[in-house]
Structure formats: structure tokens, C-alpha cells
């Protein structure tokens, strides 16, 4: 069970902004106001195999744990 009010973005590897989620799939209306203040990325319907998980301010994209960006994405929707 992962505590969604204690959730740390994980940093960029190549500039250490902090990471927004990207949500992939389609956005809920929650998941779009979440979106429109900066929250999370809305990544697209489909999941490609080399789709970032999180992307900083300056553009770069990673991967990493799935259920770290999940707690990430409902956090955030929670949030918006
Ligand atoms: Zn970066």
C-alpha cells in the first residue's frame, strides 16, 4: 500500500528537475484538470515500448517503477 500524500517524484537523470508523471491511456476529467495545472503529462492513448514514465521541465523523458507512477498519477489527480 503506498501512502499517496507522501509521494517524491523521482529527479531527472540528466538534470535533476523533479519528474512530472505521464499518464498514458485516456484522461478522465480529473486527470485533465490535473493536467491543465501542471501536475502530471498527458502521455496519449497508447503506450509505446520506449514511452517515458516521467518527464522534467526541460523536455527529457526516463522510465521507472511502475507503481511509483501510479501512486504519482493519483496523487496528482487527487490534487488537481
Ligand atoms: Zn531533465
Known amino acids: 500500500m503506498v501512502d499517496t500524500s507522501r509521494i517524491e517524484p ?4 540528466r538534470c ?8 498514458i491511456g485516456l484522461p ?7 493536467a491543465e495545472q501542471g501536475l502530471l503529462v498527458l502521455g ?8 517515458p514514465h516521467w518527464v522534467c521541465g526541460a ?4 522510465r521507472g517503477s511502475d507503481e511509483l507512477l ?6 496528482a489527480v487527487d490534487a488537481g
Open 44 to 51: 496519449g492513448c497508447v503506450e509505446e515500448e520506449d514511452s
Open 10 to 13: 523521482p529527479a531527472c537523470p
Open 28 to 34: 478522465d476529467p480529473e486527470a485533465f484538470r490535473a
Open 70 to 75: 501510479w501512486a504519482a498519477i493519483s496523487a
Open 59 to 62: 523536455g527529457h523523458g526516463w
Open 16 to 23: 535533476g528537475q523533479t519528474g512530472r508523471p505521464v499518464l
